[in-house]
């Protein structure tokens, strides 16, 4: 499993935008499948966003599609995840997770093996 170390959260104004990352201690994102999800309070976690291995394929959740960006600096073993046009809906924490095999549900959290701790995003005016 890897550790994960997620940054880049904080409170923003809606409209406005936060760049997340995500990056592991001591192994390579090389060959993981990487995936972002969120849980706000009360809430059950969701998936957000997906990349695989290459960062060929991508996928998002409805909810973010059009302001959020998955992508993926293999060079920089990091993983970044824009988001844009930020809602009061968004607010949440978010967690990056890595997954060796490819996910045939990529916004399943059961899909994935190794969890960061998470970062705290809050849109608020």
């Known amino acids: 499993q890897l550790q994960l170390v997620e940054s880049g959260g904080g409170l923003v104004q809606p409209g406005g935008s936060l760049r997340l990352s995500c990056a592991p201690s001591g192994f390579t994102l090389d060959y993981y499948h990487m995936g972002w999800f969120r849980q706000a309070p009360g809430k059950e976690r969701e998936g957000v966003s997906f990349?695989?291995?290459?960062?060929?394929?991508?996928n998002y959740a409805d909810s973010v599609k059009g302001r959020f960006t998955i992508s993926r600096d293999n060079a920089k073993n990091t993983v970044y995840l824009q988001m844009n046009s930020l809602k009061p809906e968004d607010t949440a924490v978010y967690y990056c997770?890595?997954?060796?095999?490819?996910?045939?549900?990529?916004?399943?959290?059961?899909?994935?093996?190794?969890w960061g701790q998470g970062t705290q995003v809050t849109v608020s005016s």
């Open positions: 997770a890595g997954a060796f095999f490819e996910p045939t549900h990529p916004m399943s959290q059961y899909e994935y093996d190794s």
């Open positions: 990349i695989s291995s290459s960062g060929g394929s991508t």
